[in-house]
């Protein structure tokens, strides 16, 4: 017996759910999962309010600047560094945060600006 066209096949069910914690889950693991979660349902939520894809895009677009300046705002809060004075001076400085067990994580980035300083126009 065939399958009815307007049917997905059994195999492509999405299974929606959190994963459990058990040994074996990172709490890393679990941040992140939950990180996803969380901006995919923001995503949808936008989606549903606006009605042109434009409108959710600098919506996003401007969250995403203002957790920029926030965590720009808590590193130099938390940190003693000198003032900078070039763009690419300024880079170098955000490369060098600590990524060790007692600092806050800004990301899993590799301190690395030279290859985003060399795209700069002179």
Same mark, same amino acid.
């Given at each position: 017996?065939?399958?009815?066209?307007?049917?997905?096949?059994?195999?492509?069910?999405?299974?929606?759910?959190?994963?459990?914690?058990?040994?074996?889950?990172?709490?890393?693991?679990?941040?992140?999962?939950?990180?996803?979660?969380?901006?995919?349902?923001?995503? &949808? @939520?936008?989606? %549903? +309010?606006?009605?042109?894809?434009?409108?959710?895009?600098?919506?996003?677009? *401007?969250?995403?600047?203002?957790?920029?300046?926030?965590?720009?705002?808590?590193?130099?809060?938390?940190?003693?560094?000198?003032?900078?004075?070039?763009?690419?001076?300024?880079?170098?400085?955000? &490369? @060098?945060?600590? %990524? +060790?067990?007692?600092?806050?994580?800004?990301?899993?980035?590799?301190?690395? *600006?030279?290859?985003?300083?060399?795209?700069?126009?002179?």
């Amino acid at each position: 017996m065939a399958h009815p066209t307007n049917r997905r096949p059994e195999n492509s069910k999405i299974d929606w759910h959190l994963p459990t914690i058990s040994s074996s889950a990172s709490a890393h693991h679990m941040s992140r999962e939950l990180f996803v979660l969380t901006y995919g349902a923001l995503v &949808a @939520q936008l989606c %549903k +309010d606006y009605e042109k894809d434009e409108d959710v895009n600098k919506y996003l677009d *401007s969250m995403g600047y203002s957790i920029g300046i926030r965590l720009v705002e808590d590193f130099l809060a938390r940190s003693a560094v000198k003032k900078c004075r070039s763009y690419s001076e300024t880079a170098d400085i955000i &490369a @060098q945060v600590p %990524k +060790d067990a007692d600092s806050p994580s800004f990301g899993k980035a590799e301190p690395n *600006s030279y290859h985003f300083i060399s795209s700069l126009p002179p």
